[in-house]
């Protein structure tokens, strides 16, 4: 005899809600599994017994509204309200552009009491969505009820921010369930035990302040040690890169802006041991070949820096998918880094993502320039910001002039740095490392023609490392 709930999980899983492949999540995670739970819709009878799980699985016994979080959490709410004779409220993905500009809909009296109703949590970053908007309002949001809980942080990421999630099943206790009906094999069921085991590092971020996996604090970039910043980010290459940082005592990345192969490895070898990156802008080399790229890898690797194409892209997913892998340079192949605008919208990130093929790869958006003039405004670094947390597996921070985001988990990249120029006769503007660290925000500095058109290279690219990491930890070290 099975129980409810197994004969509900196999039931889903016969429809096709529980899906193993390869799939990307909202987040920009790949992940062995995908539970769809939009597709009960179609199954009237299976949808009841959900919503009757998840209300049997609720905190406390009495609500005074429920409220489902878009998309799925509002249809099985819409069956918990009915069957349960409870008021339901609605929160828009977002407002209309008319009418009552309204966010949520429904009627509702300061301090009422609202259970939250979501399918899947995986950072827990739908159901904090709609909880801040509810707080907002002055409801009184403390429970959230979700039928599959991914385990991979979401529900203490949930708990630091006061609200106490629920869950009809893990993750865990789901693939156990499927096992045992021959629904999956033990292969498969280990490998996503171990992708979720080894994926649980999510975070969510608030309209004002950003959730950490650490304690309960709420923490501010600029402050934060790059060691502590390596628990905050699900992205794996920012996390190399703050362990890099780390062990090199730098946030030093050279632009390698040089002509020919033969300069570019030399200077490889020789700033390698200071750097954490070195950019490239690889379409100004006259010889390249693919024994360019493959040398510059085995010196990456042995001086232990990340390369960082500047490309720029800057076209719809689909064509920036053929620039990324196909062309003269292929740069997916040997490129950790690449830089992109955010001008196309998120689908760039998409199109980015489809050419990886499970390496680790990440971006870097460009909200700001460094040039007199440049057209990155306000609004655009906004919307950026909002890309970036969108695709907060891909994006590993921004290239800018001021300190864009608080975000622990996305590093700031500074370019138009230089100790003796102001600037130069095409538009590029200099500042210190200093002031790039301190005064800007930069996590990074970038620096060009200051090293690489120094009477001694290696020397200039000591003074930069050390001064650049001197700030940081001047500035990491100093008190509010
Ligand atoms: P410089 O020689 O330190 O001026 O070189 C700066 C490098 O950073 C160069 O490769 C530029 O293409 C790159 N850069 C920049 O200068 N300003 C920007 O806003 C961006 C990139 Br984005």
């Not at 608030?206 to 970039?221: E, W």
């Amino acid at each position: 005899m099975l129980t409810k709930l197994e004969q509900c999980i196999v039931d889903l899983y016969n429809i096709g809600v529980v899906k193993f492949g390869d799939f990307t999540l909202k987040s920009g995670m790949q992940s062995p599994i995908y539970f769809d739970l939009r597709i009960i819709i179609s199954y009237p009878k299976l949808m009841e017994t959900v919503a009757e799980l998840m209300w049997e699985a609720r905190p406390c016994k009495e609500y005074e509204l429920v409220c489902g979080v878009a998309y799925t959490g509002l249809p099985i709410a819409t069956v918990i309200s009915t069957k349960q004779d409870i008021p339901m409220l609605i929160r828009r993905k977002e407002t209309k552009g008319y009418g009552t500009k309204k966010l949520v809909e429904g009627n509702f009296t300061d301090g009422q009491t609202c259970l939250m109703i979501e399918d899947v949590i995986v950072s827990g970053s739908s159901v904090y969505e709609t909880a801040e908007t509810l707080r907002e309002l002055e409801l009184d949001i403390k429970d959230a009820v979700v039928f599959l809980d991914r385990e991979q942080g979401g529900a203490g990421n949930l708990r630091s921010m006061d609200i106490n999630v629920v869950s009809v099943t893990s993750m865990t206790e789901m693939l156990s369930i499927l096992l045992k009906h021959g629904c999956v094999t033990q292969e498969i069921s280990d490998s996503v035990l171990e992708f979720v085991k080894s994926n649980t590092a999510t975070s969510i971020v608030s309209k004002n302040k950003t959730a950490c996996n650490i304690g309960t604090d709420v923490m501010d970039r600029k402050k934060c040690s790059l060691e502590s910043r390596m628990s905050t980010t699900s992205q794996p290459l920012t996390k190399r890169l703050f362990e890099i940082m780390v062990a090199k005592k730098s946030n030093l990345c050279v632009a390698a802006d040089v002509t020919t192969s033969e300069e570019l490895l030399t200077l490889a070898e020789k700033l390698g041991p200071h750097i954490c990156l070195l950019k490239t802008h690889i379409d100004i080399l006259t010889d390249f070949s693919k024994d360019t790229v493959e040398n510059l890898k085995n010196l990456a690797a042995k001086h232990n820096f990340l390369i960082f194409e500047d490309r720029k892209f800057g076209d719809i997913g689909n064509t920036v998918a053929n620039q990324y892998i196909g062309g003269t340079y292929n740069i997916v192949d040997w490129a950790d880094l690449v830089t992109l605008h955010g001008l196309p919208g998120d689908g760039i990130i998409k199109g980015l993502m489809s050419c990886t093929s499970g390496r680790p790869r990440g971006c870097v958006l460009v909200s700001q320039m460094s040039s007199t003039g440049a057209l990155t405004t306000q609004e655009y670094v906004s919307g950026c910001k909002k890309i970036a947390e969108q695709n907060q597996y891909f994006v590993v921070g921004f290239v800018s002039q001021s300190s864009v985001t608080d975000d622990p988990r996305f590093v700031v990249f500074t370019p138009g740095v230089q100790y003796n120029k102001k600037g130069d006769d095409l538009g590029q503007q200099y500042n210190t490392p200093r002031v790039a660290i301190m005064e800007k925000g930069a996590d990074i500095i970038i620096v060009g023609r200051g090293i690489t058109q120094a009477e001694d290279p290696v020397a200039a690219a000591v003074r930069y490392k050390e001064d650049g990491f001197k700030a940081y930890l001047e500035r990491v070290s100093e008190q509010n």
